[in-house]
Nanobody
Framework: QVELVESGGGLVQAGESLRLSCAASGRAFSTYAMAWFRQAPGTEREFVAAISGNGITKYADSMKGRFTISRDNAENTVYLQMNNLNSEDTAVYYC?????????????????WGRGTQVTVSS
């Protein structure tokens, strides 16, 4: 079982960029599918992006082209590069993981979660 700690959130202006990080403890990080979800106030948690152990990626349609997920298995870290941010991207961003041989956007498949990092985009 891994433990996840997110970082990199903050307050930015519309049009700016942020890179979130998720540091994982535990062994065999490269065997875990990793994902980012986000939750804005009053809304359900939604899928952002996922990446397999060997680097295959999956994105929510609305995030394609602006967000990039990547991972460094040597550093046990997954990243989310977010460009051209707008006010609708304001949310708490959560890192999630599970030892899976496939990628999924389904929240219930992930069994380990970080505490989240706040991203606020001012217009």
């Amino acid at each position: 079982q891994v433990e996840l700690v997110e970082s990199g959130g903050g307050l930015v202006q519309a049009g700016e960029s942020l890179r979130l990080s998720c540091a994982a403890s535990g062994r065999a990080f490269s065997t875990y599918a990793m994902a980012w979800f986000r939750q804005a106030p009053g809304t359900e948690r939604e899928f952002v992006a996922a990446i397999s152990g060997n680097g295959i990626t999956k994105y929510a349609d609305s995030m394609k082209g602006r967000f990039t997920i990547s991972r460094d298995n040597a550093e046990n870290t997954v990243y989310l590069q977010m460009n051209n941010l707008n006010s609708e991207d304001t949310a708490v961003y959560y890192c999630a993981s599970r030892r899976l041989p496939f990628l999924t956007a389904t929240i219930s498949w992930y069994d380990t979660w970080g505490r989240g990092t706040q991203v606020t985009v001012s217009s």
